[in-house]
């Protein structure tokens, strides 16, 4: 199987049957992400445990490849530090952008390289994960407030 093909798969499994899609209560984040280009359109919420992201769900509409990339992030980001997600963020953003090989650690998300031949679609793909630098800002702001 071509490479390309095992990634078109991933996408299309992930448009399908997105996971971690649905509400989150109660949440320390909720932003809404929309892509006004192609129409998507997402409710993000995180609900963090210290500096991880202890659970993280999303609702909305929108292309395969926008669903598909929001179902791929919450897989990869689940669990992780600020810090992490922030290097992955990082990591997908030179996929989406870069000529560059899929660099190690970035697991699935490598099936994301191939929007980057569709430069009208990087932005399906990007939305899930500026909503997510958002909701991490937020729920930062909610933590100071914290009297631990
Ligand atoms: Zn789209």
Request: hydrophobic share 40%; net charge neutral.
């Amino acid at each position: 199987m071509e490479l390309t093909d095992l990634y078109r798969d991933v996408i299309l499994d992930h448009n399908r049957k997105p996971r971690n899609f649905g509400p989150l209560a109660p949440a320390d984040a909720s932003v809404e992400g929309l892509n006004p280009l192609c129409g998507d359109r997402l409710t993000l919420r995180l609900r963090m445990d210290g500096d991880r992201i202890a659970e993280i769900r999303f609702e909305g509409q929108g292309c395969a490849i926008s669903t598909a990339s929001a179902s791929l992030m919450t897989e990869a980001v689940k669990g992780r530090t600020r810090a992490e997600a922030q290097a992955l963020f990082d990591g997908v953003h030179r996929l989406l952008t870069d000529d560059a090989a899929p660099s190690e650690g970035l697991g699935k998300l490598a099936a994301l390289s191939g929007v980057r031949e569709y430069p009208a679609r990087v932005k399906c793909a990007s939305l899930c994960w500026h909503t997510l630098a958002s909701a991490l800002h937020c729920s930062g702001r909610a933590a100071s407030v914290s009297t631990e």
